[in-house]
DNA sequence: CCCGATCGTATCACGGTAGA
DNA sequence: TCTACCGTGATACGATCGGG
């Protein structure tokens, strides 16, 4: 499941905006908000001769390709700002710095003391906006309650339960349309490199096993390979994360309850 | 420290205009 | 057409600041 640019931009939080990005963690990338272009972590860009690591990169991106983030959001839709296209030219003026005298001088016209009062309107503006954003983030932190406590639920059999078994709905959800790309009864793409991800895959597994089966060593290994061809390291972690048992001698393996 | 300039805030009047 | 809102500009008044 790719999350789309609109999604990223509404859910990111004042300080991500201003930014220009986020850190995606599903992906271990840094995102454009503005255009979703991503740069993923530990890669290094090369941009005009110089090397540029992920985090910088996206920075990078935002000044060649957005000039600004400033750029950027005051130029979208009046919709999206909530501006009059007086309030845009003003705050345009205000970020270069101009007095309201030089303002006047620019716009070619027009009275100090209007902008004066624009320059104080835009200032109620902005604390009438601090004000409801935070109501609103009240208003969905209460909604939230009641869903946000739904972590996944997991086998008993698992032995340390730690941060890495905190897992949410979405984040599951998240998590299993990356590695199952053909659906949740698909062959798995690449087995994850963080523990968090990867309980996530092999509870996913877990639902091809029957409960009260004992099976072979060969028959876990078919099953296995079914869905990913290192097989072995899959086997291994099913063990070690206590999702199955097996005998002694390593010929019988079983859920474990 | 004082004085004048400037700033921030508040209010009013007037004209334009988008939309019910 | 009426209304509510916006932009403009004037004015008042206190706070603040910088220079002499």
Redesign the pocket.
Known sequence: MQINAEERFWNATVEEMTNGYVYDDLNDAYVCLLCNEGFEDGIIYPLDGTLYEAKKAVKRHIEDVHTSVFDYLIHLDKKYTGL????REILDYFMKGF??KEIVEAQG???P??I?????KL?EKEKQAKVFLTLMNLLHKSSDKKNDDKFIHFHKGAKMVDDRYAITEEEKEKVLSTYFKQGLDGQLDTFPSKEKRKVIVLQNIMTRFKVDKVYTEKEINEILKSIYSDYVTIRRYLIEYGFMNRSRDCTEYWVKG
């Open positions: 009059t296209e007086q309030q007095s309201d016209g027009g009275s003391s209007t004066r009062n624009h320059r104080f200032k």
